[in-house]
């Protein structure tokens, strides 16, 4: 073989084998970047919940929330649900709610939710609570991911870590709650011995029912949490009264007395509330003789029971006793 004809032989194999390896290069690399990419799409991360564990993959994005102190926690978490119930009042989200819930849909509400409406909105995850929806867990698990808290109480803030966990939001979540913390903390000092030492009396009117609300629920918790005094009848475990009577009424007696109205819109709630507070015997009560009685929102002080309204209940404190 001459020398030309060898030099292009051993061109040739060159060439081949730097083809080759380039190729294979370029394999390995689109490999990597779809392993990367898969491994990045398919993260998952599991939540223990009260019906068992959920396993969600990567963050949330289309989220359906099943109760009312849920989608306040979303909201303050900068997260729009695709879906929620409706307000317990409001047509159909409560005031303080309603520009932030211009274009989110109705799925029915905390007793009884739309499954079909779930359903069509094509969720990645799921939020309820065991103690309003345990029957349709199992047609909600089959739709999307679904969290469940295991009740609905005053102390709201249990629930909100849970919210956070399931939105892989816990920084986040853990800003809302410090901001919360550390406005309770400096409004407490302000506040300061001279208001904190008052007994905090809370009565609720609602259609055929008056409550005397005691310290675990979600004002009385906020109240405690500020440093109240509570009215000495009123500060024990798990007081709760209910279908107060007019001979009843001296235990409503405190320093000051908060009240609020639940009316759902036919006048009933309105008609009790009155009836009380004209009546004789409510009239000759010390708190109300001295004007140390204060009407307050029934959504914002028990109704809605999430953190914005924990930060608008605040907003009253302030302004009814440093104002």
Excluded at 33 to 51: F, K, L, P, Q, R
Excluded at 59 to 75: F, Q
């Amino acid at each position: 073989m001459n020398r030309n004809a060898l030099f292009f032989l051993l061109s040739g194999l060159f060439a081949l084998i730097v083809a080759g390896c380039s190729s294979s290069d370029t394999e390995q690399s689109s490999e990597s970047s779809d392993s990367s990419g898969n491994s990045e799409s398919e993260e998952t991360y599991t939540v223990e919940h009260a019906m068992g564990e959920a396993t969600i993959e990567g963050t949330p994005e289309k989220v359906v929330i099943l109760t009312n102190e849920g989608t306040e926690a979303l909201l303050s978490m900068g997260v729009t649900p695709a879906g929620a119930v409706q307000s317990w009042t409001g047509d159909p989200w409560y005031e303080h709610i309603k520009e932030d819930m211009a274009d989110v849909e109705v799925v029915g509400t905390e007793s009884e939710v739309n499954v079909e409406a779930i359903a069509a909105l094509e969720p990645d995850l799921i939020i309820g609570t065991k103690l309003r929806q345990e029957a349709v867990y199992e047609q909600l698990e089959a739709i999307a991911p679904t969290v469940m808290s295991e009740t609905l109480k005053g102390d709201w803030q249990e629930n909100f870590e849970l919210y956070a966990e399931a939105l892989n939001k816990q920084e986040e979540g853990s800003q809302v709650m410090d901001e919360f913390n550390q406005r309770i903390e400096e409004l407490s000092g302000e506040l300061g011995d001279e208001h904190l030492e008052k007994e905090i009396s809370m009565v609720r009117f609602m259609a055929g029912d008056t409550r005397i609300y005691h310290k675990d629920s979600f004002s009385g918790i906020i109240l405690n949490q500020l440093g109240f005094a509570r009215p000495e009848e009123q500060d024990i475990d798990d007081f709760s009264e209910n279908g107060v009577t007019k001979e009843r009424v001296g235990a409503m007696e405190g320093d000051v007395l908060f009240y609020f109205t639940y009316e759902s819109g036919d006048g009933e709630g309105v008609k009790v509330e009155e009836d009380w507070l004209n009546d004789p015997l409510f009239q000759n009560l010390e708190v109300v003789q001295e004007g140390n009685i204060h009407e307050v929102s029934d959504t914002i002080w028990n109704t809605a029971g999430g953190v914005k309204a924990a930060n608008l209940m605040l907003d009253d404190i302030e302004e009814y006793f440093l104002n």
